[in-house]
Structures are given as structure tokens and as C-alpha cells.
């Protein structure tokens, strides 16, 4: 069975990958970050004997790798853990509508494309591109395998989680054709247009324009059908609604004071409970109820199962209401520029 190198390396290199080699495999203290750490032993030799990567070649390439400090001050302090009140108007912008408008047009041949092969609406699919990167202006600036490495080695409450999509990275990196030494994302590993870890990049990313490889780093045809694909393998509804407001009328009820995102009860289950929507829907759909703490006091919503399949994406009800706010507002947008 042949065994697979990350990318191409001098006989100089070669040598010192080998004395790394050595440094490694007898425990001792490297000058590297991770070399000599027990977690990256394990790894190096699932890759080795599952991937049938070379050994050398790894050594090598994490003899550069880093711990990010900045990335852990990142993740203790995400936005999703600010009120709707600050962390709406972070992304429902005028000017992110207006950008959400041109990038519809430059590529509305594609998204009307995209749109009738999955059935997912080009403003939601703008939107998820608008809130990751700002329709690609900002695709983050972290070496992937520096944040990776970082959380999955030194930040406990998720490393398991991290460690693996650090391994993801180094399979996609040889199935993608990426140089995993210089390939950047977000703090948390994302990549490309519509930010996707790795495992989403392998398992949901496709290749939309036939070009032999799956790119979301420069491609917006593979982007963009990407974010449709994503959200119909995880039950997306064609024309389903997707949130609806509410009122709360059982203002005592403890069930109603921290809802997880999950669908469990149905509409007319919550309504009898208090938790009543303000329009028509069908009563036996599942939904989340939603408390806000918005701008001018309390809001309440009930997510359907579209939203449900938007906090997939990233699992915040902030997100996906965020997701789906700049969806409408530019939709409405693009509605008035047609009248």
C-alpha cells in the first residue's frame, strides 16, 4: 500500500524532519509546540496507520505548527454570547445588504441555478455567505493548522472535537489539493466563502462546476452550491417556513426560561403551554420556542424546521436568526429594485 506525503521536501529537510523524527518518538523536549505531546503521538500514528500518511513528512510539518493564544481568547469570548440586542447589528447591516444585493447580481445566474437544483432560496444561501466572510471579503487569517492544533491540543473543553477535525484537515488538505502549511480560516478552523470545518468540507462540500476538485477557498460555484447541499442533507424544506413570531402567555412556565434547539413539541402542543404563534401555520409542525432580548425588550419566536436546519450550521439561535433576518431584508431589497 503506498504511503502518502503532504507535500514535496529537500533531502536537507528530509534529514532534519528525521532528527524531529527521533526527538518524537523518544519523548523528549522539542523546541516545536506539540512534537512531544502524547496527543499529537497518538494522531501521528492513526494518520500513519489509517491514511497511510508519512511519518517524516508530518513531523515536519507540525515542527512549524504554533499554539495561538489569541485563538483561545476567541473562543471564551464568542459573539453568540452577547444579548440579540448587540449581536444583531453586528450583521444586519446596510451596508451588508448592500453587498448581499451586488453579490446577487454578479452571480444571480448561478444562485437561480443553484436555487432550483436544491430548492434552498438564493437569500438564504447570500445570507449564510453574507454572516461567515462578508460575501468573501473577510475568509479569516489564522493558518488552519495553527488553530486546529491550538484547540485541539490546549483547549480541553473541545480538544476532542478540534482533534479530529484537525485530522479531517490533513485529509482534505491531500484530497483538495491544499498546502496545509499555508491554507488560513477563521479561529475555529473554518474555510473558504462559506466557512466549513474540514469534516463539513469532506462530507458536504461539492464539486459544482465539474472541475475535478472540490474548492471553496476561490470558488463561488462550489460555495455556493455547497451551502444548498449542507442544508438539504440536514432536512431542509422546500418553501417551509422558518420562524414565525410568537407570544408567551404562561410567563411562569420553567420550560419556556431555556429552550434548547431542538424540535420536540408541535406547535399546537406549545400553544396549549403558552407558547402561542402570532400567525397561521400548520399546528402539527414542530417548532423551538425563541426568547429574544432585543432592542426595544423581549421578543418571541417560534423556529420551524428550517431554522432548526440553519442552527445546524452553526448552533446558535442568534446565528440563525441573524441568517435569516439579512435573508429578508435582502430579499426586500432586491424586490424593490425590480419595482
Do not use: C
Amino acid at each position: 500500500m503506498p504511503t502518502y506525503t503532504l507535500f514535496q521536501v529537500s533531502s536537507l529537510k528530509r534529514v532534519l524532519a528525521f532528527l524531529a523524527l527521533i526527538l518524537l518518538t523518544a519523548n523528549t523536549v522539542s523546541a516545536a509546540d506539540y512534537l512531544n505531546r502524547r496527543e499529537f503521538i497518538q494522531l501521528v500514528n492513526e494518520l500513519e496507520r489509517e491514511e497511510q500518511f508519512d511519518r517524516q513528512s508530518l513531523v515536519y510539518l507540525f515542527s512549524d505548527v504554533k499554539r495561538q493564544n489569541s485563538i483561545i481568547t476567541a473562543m471564551n469570548r464568542p459573539a453568540e454570547a452577547k444579548p440579540w440586542r448587540d449581536y444583531r447589528p453586528i450583521f444586519i447591516t446596510s451596508t451588508r445588504i448592500d453587498q448581499g444585493l451586488v453579490f446577487w447580481k454578479e452571480n444571480e445566474a448561478l444562485l437561480k441555478q443553484v436555487e432550483l437544483s436544491y430548492g434552498v432560496p438564493a437569500e438564504i444561501i447570500i445570507a449564510i455567505i453574507g454572516v461567515e466572510t462578508q460575501y468573501g471579503r473577510n475568509k479569516g487569517s489564522y493558518r488552519v493548522i495553527d488553530a486546529l492544533a491550538t484547540l485541539g491540543f490546549d483547549y480541553p473543553k473541545r480538544s476532542t472535537f478540534f482533534r479530529n477535525e484537525l485530522k479531517q484537515f490533513l485529509i482534505l488538505s491531500r484530497e483538495a489539493g491544499l498546502d496545509p502549511a499555508k491554507a488560513t480560516g477563521s479561529y475555529a478552523g473554518a474555510m473558504g466563502f462559506p466557512q466549513f470545518i474540514p469534516s463539513s468540507y469532506r462530507n458536504y462540500a461539492v464539486d459544482y462546476n465539474k472541475d475535478g476538485r472540490t474548492d471553496l477557498i476561490n470558488s463561488k460555484e462550489d460555495s455556493i452550491a455547497s451551502v444548498a447541499n449542507y442544508f438539504v442533507k440536514h432536512g431542509w424544506q422546500h418553501n417551509g417556513p422558518i420562524v414565525t413570531p410568537a407570544r408567551h402567555t404562561n410567563q411562569t412556565a420553567d420550560m419556556f426560561n431555556a429552550h434548547p434547539l431542538e424540535l420536540k413539541l408541535s406547535v399546537a402542543e406549545l400553544a396549549a403551554k403558552g407558547f402561542a404563534s402570532n400567525v397561521r401555520v400548520d399546528p402539527n409542525q414542530k417548532a423551538i420556542p425563541l426568547t429574544f432580548e432585543g432592542a426595544q425588550g423581549r421578543e418571541y419566536w417560534l423556529g420551524l424546521n428550517n431554522f432548526y436546519v440553519i442552527t445546524r450550521y452553526n448552533h446558535s439561535s442568534l446565528y440563525a436568526m441573524a441568517v435569516f433576518q439579512l435573508s429578508e431584508e435582502i430579499r426586500k431589497a432586491k424586490q424593490k429594485q425590480r419595482t
